[in-house]
């Protein structure tokens, strides 16, 4: 053994070293196999945050916040617009009056700042003639309050079909900066103030729409009665807390109405909301309506598209269906033939014949002008007679051009007539701005 150690000394140190650098090489593959592995993992992580990022625009980088602060305000901005469409229709005259309004020292103020420290004056007092008193308190910090009331009230009577006059005009401006309508909690109020926007709908459509129940002439509501005296019955079935949701329908459903009358349509036939309270989604109240008309096609149309349009005054009406009918359906005629070639009864005279129902849009073949059945002849003599009267009528049909032939040219299905239609209306406002 000694002798081939001594003899292979070389080749034995040459394969030692072979295998301290193999052992070497391999410890070293896997060192750097476990960094490349780490390096692939954050190679990955990379990735997915490169492309989270490029979703994100612009990309969040320091050059680019001022841009980011500018486009979240102008957003800001846009959404504030976006909010006001919906249920503020009395904004452009609460601007109109802002621009007017000056301080004792004769400064502008903003809207914002004018809500602000209205609001904290008006939640100072529970006690309703407490808060009549801190109003009047209120309007001393301005110089010419009067002026921009009257600037106000020119433009909010363009804005809504209340009418405005003196002994309501602080009531409506009030409103519109959010105070709720509750009638001091008196039943007597609020059915006098239903009384009176009744009174104003129905001649507001006097003499341009119908209304075809007494029921549609009360707008789904329960309608005060009055005494001989003429005094209101002070039972009026409502809930106190309801008072303000219901003056709140009743302005929705004038507005309705007053664009209803700008329509064409012919009558109102029911008028029905699903609740008193509205429907809560999100950060807005969503009123309920069922309502059925009856009109032209071209009067319910016009009427869609008129509260389509609604959202330019601040108003945002949404369809959501509408069921369409008609009575007479003219393609009835086309299948009974009784209709286009009329049998003639026992004892019927071609007078009497002519004043007989029909349906309409067709128009009666033209009887002999001497035919006059007469009271003798037996039943079975005037039935042959008259059907030897329409077998001679149809072979003079026959001869005739077509364009001369009886109901040649008359619409019968799709003409123009009144339909009824069943009109589901959403009615949406933002909701929390209530004092």
Same mark, same amino acid.
């Given at each position: 053994?000694?002798?081939?150690?001594?003899?292979?000394?070389?080749?034995?140190?040459?394969?030692?070293?072979?295998?301290?650098?193999?052992?070497?090489?391999?410890?070293?593959?896997?060192?750097?196999?476990?960094?490349?592995?780490?390096?692939?993992?954050?190679?990955? +992580?990379?990735?997915?945050? @490169?492309?989270?990022?490029?979703?994100?625009?612009?990309? #969040?980088?320091?050059?680019?916040?001022?841009?980011?602060?500018?486009?979240?305000?102008?957003?800001?901005?846009?959404?504030?617009?976006?909010?006001?469409?919906? /249920?503020?229709?009395?904004?452009?005259?609460?601007?109109?009056?802002?621009?007017?309004?000056?301080?004792?020292?004769?400064?502008?103020?903003?809207?914002?700042?004018?809500?602000?420290?209205?609001?904290?004056?008006?939640?100072?007092?529970?006690?309703?003639?407490?808060?009549? !008193?801190?109003?009047?308190?209120?309007?001393?910090?301005?110089?010419?309050?009067?002026?921009?009331?009257?600037?106000?009230?020119?433009?909010?009577?363009?804005?809504?079909?209340? $009418?405005?006059?003196?002994?309501?005009?602080?009531?409506?401006?009030?409103?519109?900066?959010?105070?709720?309508?509750?009638?001091?909690?008196? $039943?007597?109020?609020?059915?006098?103030?239903?009384?009176?926007?009744?009174?104003?709908?129905?001649?507001?459509?006097?003499?341009?729409?119908?209304?075809?129940?007494?029921?549609?002439?009360?707008?789904?509501?329960?309608? $005060?009665?009055?005494?001989?005296?003429?005094?209101?019955?002070?039972?009026? /079935?409502?809930? #106190?807390?309801?008072?303000?949701?219901?003056?709140?329908?009743?302005?929705?459903?004038?507005?309705?109405?007053?664009?209803?009358?700008?329509?064409? @349509?012919?009558?109102?036939?029911?008028?029905?909301?699903?609740? !008193?309270?509205?429907?809560?989604?999100?950060?807005?109240?969503?009123?309920?309506?069922?309502?059925?008309?009856?009109?032209?096609?071209?009067? @319910?149309?016009?009427?869609?598209? !008129?509260?389509?349009?609604?959202?330019?005054?601040?108003?945002?009406?949404?369809?959501?269906?509408?069921?369409?009918?008609?009575?007479?359906?003219?393609?009835?005629?086309?299948?009974? $033939?009784?209709? !286009?070639?009329?049998?003639?009864?026992?004892?019927?005279?071609?007078?009497?014949?002519?004043?007989?129902?029909?349906?309409?849009?067709?128009?009666?073949?033209?009887?002999?002008?001497?035919?006059?059945?007469?009271?003798?002849?037996?039943?079975?003599? +005037?039935?042959?007679?008259?059907?030897?009267?329409?077998?001679?009528?149809?072979?003079?049909?026959?001869?005739?051009?077509?364009?001369?032939?009886?109901?040649?040219?008359?619409?019968?299905?799709?003409?123009?007539?009144?339909?009824?239609?069943?009109?589901?209306?959403?009615?949406?406002?933002?909701?929390?701005?209530?004092?």
């Amino acid at each position: 053994m000694k002798r081939i150690i001594k003899n292979n000394l070389v080749l034995i140190v040459v394969l030692g070293l072979s295998l301290i650098a193999t052992i070497g090489l391999l410890v070293w593959t896997a060192m750097e196999y476990i960094q490349m592995s780490r390096y692939i993992a954050q190679t990955e +992580q990379l990735r997915s945050d @490169i492309a989270n990022l490029i979703k994100k625009t612009p990309a #969040p980088v320091d050059g680019n916040v001022p841009l980011i602060e500018t486009d979240i305000k102008l957003y800001s901005r846009a959404a504030d617009q976006l909010r006001g469409k919906f /249920g503020h229709p009395l904004q452009p005259a609460l601007d109109q009056f802002i621009s007017v309004l000056r301080l004792n020292d004769g400064k502008k103020i903003s809207l914002k700042k004018f809500k602000e420290e209205f609001t904290a004056e008006w939640t100072k007092s529970e006690s309703t003639a407490q808060k009549g !008193i801190d109003y009047k308190l209120f309007q001393r910090r301005f110089r010419n309050w009067p002026e921009a009331m009257q600037a106000f009230r020119g433009l909010a009577e363009k804005l809504t079909a209340e $009418p405005i006059t003196d002994n309501n005009i602080d009531e409506v401006f009030l409103s519109s900066l959010g105070v709720m309508r509750r009638f001091d909690n008196k $039943p007597e109020n609020l059915q006098r103030f239903m009384a009176e926007n009744r009174r104003r709908m129905l001649e507001m459509t006097k003499d341009k729409i119908l209304f075809e129940t007494p029921e549609a002439a009360n707008f789904s509501f329960v309608l $005060p009665a009055t005494s001989g005296s003429g005094n209101f019955d002070m039972r009026s /079935g409502y809930l #106190p807390d309801d008072y303000p949701m219901i003056a709140q329908h009743w302005e929705i459903l004038s507005d309705f109405v007053k664009r209803a009358s700008e329509s064409g @349509i012919h009558s109102f036939v029911s008028f029905r909301k699903r609740a !008193i309270q509205p429907e809560k989604v999100g950060s807005f109240d969503v009123f309920h309506y069922s309502i059925e008309v009856t009109g032209t096609m071209e009067s @319910i149309r016009k009427l869609v598209a !008129i509260l389509d349009q609604a959202f330019h005054e601040n108003r945002v009406y949404v369809v959501r269906s509408i069921f369409l009918y008609q009575d007479d359906d003219g393609a009835r005629t086309l299948l009974t $033939p009784d209709e !286009i070639v009329p049998i003639v009864l026992p004892g019927m005279t071609a007078p009497q014949m002519g004043n007989s129902p029909m349906t309409p849009g067709r128009r009666r073949r033209g009887m002999p002008q001497n035919y006059m059945p007469e009271g003798q002849m037996s039943a079975a003599e +005037q039935a042959a007679q008259a059907a030897a009267l329409r077998k001679q009528q149809e072979e003079e049909e026959k001869n005739l051009p077509y364009n001369l032939r009886s109901g040649y040219g008359e619409t019968l299905i799709g003409k123009s007539g009144l339909c009824r239609a069943i009109i589901d209306v959403e009615y949406i406002m933002e909701s929390g701005n209530g004092i």
